[in-house]
C-alpha cells in the first residue's frame, strides 16, 4: 500500500513538471504588435527594425606572434561617436579560429585585437592593429611610422568589408603611441 501511494505522488509531481515545462517552452509568448504611426510627423523616431538592420560586418585574420593566438577582444572604436564595441576571442587553443567576423553599426572604425599575455591578468594585452603594415608584411619588416597608423573602417549597411587583418604587433614604443591614440 506504502509503494502505491507513493508511486501515485511521483506520477503527480512528474505531471505537474512535465505540465509547467510544457507550458512554458510551447507556449511562445506573443510579440506585441506595432502600434499605427502617423504619416505626418515632425520628428523621425527609429523602429526596432531600422536599428537592427542599420549594420554591418568586418572580417579578417587575427594574427600574433606565436604558433596559437591567445584569448582576447577584437575592439571597434567608432571614431564619431568615440563608442567602443568589443567582441571576446576565446583563442586558439579553447577552440578559437584564425579569422574573425564581426557585426558592427554603420559608421568608421578604428579596429585592434587586443591578445592577453597573461590569463591571470586580462589588463595586460599587446594589440594587432589594421594598418599598412598588416595589410603587406606581418613581420617586424614594416618600419617606416607611416606604415603603423590606423587604417579607418567604414561599415555600409548590410556590406561586409573583408581582409581587415589584425596582424601588426611589430611597432616600436613611438609607433604604439601613435597607433594608441585612437582608443
Same mark, same amino acid.
Given at each position: ?57 568586418? %572580417? @579578417?585574420?587575427?594574427?600574433? +606572434? ?6 582576447? $577582444? =577584437?575592439?571597434?572604436?567608432? *571614431? ?65 611610422? %607611416? @606604415?603603423?597608423?590606423?587604417? +579607418? ?6 556590406? $561586409? =568589408?573583408?581582409?581587415?587583418? *589584425? ?17
Amino acid at each position: 500500500m506504502k509503494q502505491k501511494g507513493f508511486l501515485v505522488v511521483l506520477v503527480f509531481i512528474v505531471l505537474v513538471f512535465a505540465g509547467y515545462f510544457g507550458y512554458k517552452y510551447f507556449n511562445p509568448i506573443p510579440s506585441p504588435s506595432p502600434s499605427p504611426t502617423s504619416t505626418l510627423t515632425t520628428s523621425a523616431v527609429p523602429t526596432a527594425e531600422a536599428i537592427i538592420t542599420s549594420v554591418g560586418t568586418v %572580417s @579578417g585574420k587575427l594574427c600574433y +606572434p606565436s604558433s596559437f593566438l591567445p584569448p582576447g $577582444e =577584437i575592439v571597434a572604436k567608432e *571614431l564619431d561617436s568615440g563608442k567602443t564595441y568589443t567582441q571576446t576571442y576565446e583563442g586558439t587553443f579553447n577552440g578559437g579560429g584564425l579569422t574573425y567576423s564581426f557585426e558592427l553599426p554603420v559608421g568608421t572604425y578604428h579596429i585592434r585585437y587586443q591578445a592577453h599575455a597573461s590569463t591571470k591578468d586580462t589588463s595586460i594585452f599587446t594589440s594587432g592593429y589594421y594598418d599598412e603594415c598588416a595589410k603587406t608584411m606581418h613581420t617586424n619588416e614594416c618600419t617606416p611610422d %607611416s @606604415g603603423h597608423i590606423n587604417i +579607418p573602417v567604414t561599415i555600409k549597411v548590410g556590406e $561586409e =568589408i573583408t581582409n581587415v587583418d *589584425l596582424c601588426d604587433f611589430y611597432y616600436n614604443p613611438t609607433q604604439e603611441q601613435t597607433l594608441n591614440k585612437s582608443f
